[in-house]
T-cell receptor, first 113, second 113 residues
Framework: SAVISQKPSRDICQRGTSLTIQCQVD?????MFWYRQQPGQSLTLIAT?????????ESGFVIDKFPISRPNLTFSTLTVSNMSPEDSSIYLC??????????FGSGTRLTVV | GEDVEQSLFLSVREGDSSVINCTYT??????LYWYKQEPGAGLQLLTY?????DMKQDQRLTVLLNKKDKHLSLRIADTQTGDSAIYFC?????????????FGSGTRLLVRP
């Protein structure tokens, strides 16, 4: 299965600032996803990152708040913009690789103060 | 839309069997997943089952699928303290859909020594 390197693993940020999270995959993948896991909650899909086109956002998530880049088939970034304490969560990238498995990065634990 | 539900908490004694249950609503699901999340970690794929199967066994793990009732279960035999974690079932829906995973709320498994 694909191996994902997600950075940073954690960060503490001031409200009003932005943080960009990177996801690097060791193989080319078509499908790449970004999830949010709020404290004590399940995973919620933010968007599907599409190579060469705009990301597809789920209801409740907008591009201005969570801009996503996907410049090639092995890399994507998620930016959390104009952060507030409510954005404190774990953010995870995921890929659908060969076969049937969805692989997840180790996550970025974000705390906004 | 699709929905996946799980019980929130399960406590078992070390050495006993654990059974974690999940129900889903999407009748077009082609396969279903079980993921494990340990504290402070990302998601680890434990196992998956195709929708045309009713059982899959992998060492200490047994997955049972009742497609008529849309019920999925994960049985862990000889549960160990290292099995303490949150377990998520996840449904990607039909193969020709958006490929996005819908997660259950997660079941927190506590293994008592």
């Amino acid at each position: 299965s694909a191996v994902i390197s997600q950075k940073p693993s954690r960060d503490i940020c001031q409200r009003g600032t932005s943080l960009t999270i990177q996801c690097q995959v060791d193989s080319q993948v078509t499908m790449m996803f970004w999830y949010r896991q709020q404290p004590g909650q399940s995973l919620t899909l933010i968007a599907t990152a599409n190579q060469g086109s705009e990301a597809t956002y789920e209801s409740g998530f907008v591009i201005d708040k969570f801009p996503i880049s996907r410049p090639n088939l092995t890399f994507s970034t998620l930016t959390v913009s104009n952060m507030s304490p409510e954005d404190s969560s774990i953010y995870l990238c995921s890929v659908l690789g060969q076969g049937y498995g969805y692989t997840f990065g180790s996550g970025t634990r974000l705390t906004v103060v | 839309g699709e929905d996946v539900e799980q019980s929130l908490f399960l406590s078992v004694r070390e050495g006993d069997s654990s059974v974690i249950n999940c129900t889903y609503t999407d009748s077009s699901s082609t396969y279903l997943y079980w993921y494990k999340q340990e504290p402070g970690a990302g998601l680890q794929l434990l196992t998956y089952i195709f929708s045309n199967m009713d059982m899959k066994q992998d060492q200490r793990l047994t997955v049972l699928l009742n497609k008529k009732d849309k019920h999925l279960s994960l049985r862990i035999a000889d549960t160990q303290t290292g099995d303490s974690a949150i377990y998520f079932c996840a449904d990607p829906g039909a193969l020709d859909s958006s490929y996005k995973l819908i997660f259950g709320s997660g079941t927190r498994l506590l293994v008592r020594p």
